[in-house]
């Protein structure tokens, strides 16, 4: 199977340590999106890359994060010095590229991150 | 900004019975809408979309039309089964970006 794919699926840390989250899209996708989903909510942008290219940051994303795709191919969100208002899901999708806006994005199964 | 409202969950139904999940959301513009399903355990999966004004989705039995003038994207399934159990989500993206922007989700229980 070729879909999105998300490393870890589950990640329990303590309150300051950092984090790194990977994210695999689908190989012939060029775009990468980044959510984060608290539970019983909708998920929420966080940012997105055309190839390499880093292209919209949400307000969200506050400066402890940081999302790159060097290669144009899987992606790493890291937040630093983690929080307990951390804890959510982090999901990741990819779509072909495209400025419709009609284009489909497939999502990953997400990492459900736990700040204790 | 972007923003969809769609019904509070749960809704709980036997099988066999309608469902109807209201969606209305507000943007300017053309978005895209669409209907994202999550069933448990899983990720998210596309359910069905509608790229412009009049356009019917349709999918798995599902069906929602692209409604310009009242700004919605009602879903709707004649008869329901456990397995329609899930996480309903409604969003909408606009074009450049294509970032999508989420409802809160309905959950939707279907009872044997």
């Known amino acids: 199977d070729t879909g999105v794919s998300q490393d870890p699926r589950h990640k329990i840390t303590k309150r300051g340590q950092n984090v790194t989250f990977r994210c695999d899209p689908i190989s012939e996708h060029n775009r990468l999106y980044w959510y984060r989903q608290t539970l019983g909510q909708g998920p929420e942008f966080l940012t997105y890359f055309q190839n390499e290219a880093q292209l919209e940051k949400s307000r969200l994303l506050s400066d402890r994060f940081s999302a790159e795709r060097p290669k144009g191919s899987f992606s790493t969100l890291e937040i630093q010095r983690t929080e307990q208002g951390d804890s959510a899901m982090y999901l990741c999708a990819s779509s072909p590229g495209g400025t419709s806006g009609k284009e489909t994005q497939y999502f990953g199964p997400g990492t459900r991150l736990l700040v204790l | 900004g972007n923003s969809v409202t769609q019904m509070e969950g749960p809704v709980t139904l036997s099988e066999e019975a309608f469902l109807t999940i209201n969606c209305t959301y507000t943007a300017t513009g053309y978005p895209s809408l669409f209907w994202y399903v999550q069933y448990p355990g899983e990720g998210l999966q596309l359910l069905l979309k509608a790229t412009k004004a009049d356009d019917k989705g349709s999918n798995k039995g599902f069906e929602a039309t692209y409604r310009k003038e009242t700004t919605s994207f009602h879903l709707e399934k004649g008869s329901v089964q456990v397995s329609d159990s899930a996480v309903y989500f409604c969003?909408?993206?606009?074009?450049?970006?294509?970032?999508?922007?989420f409802g809160g989700g309905t959950r939707v229980l279907v009872k044997p």
């Open positions: 969003a909408l993206s606009k074009a450049a970006g294509n970032k999508l922007t």
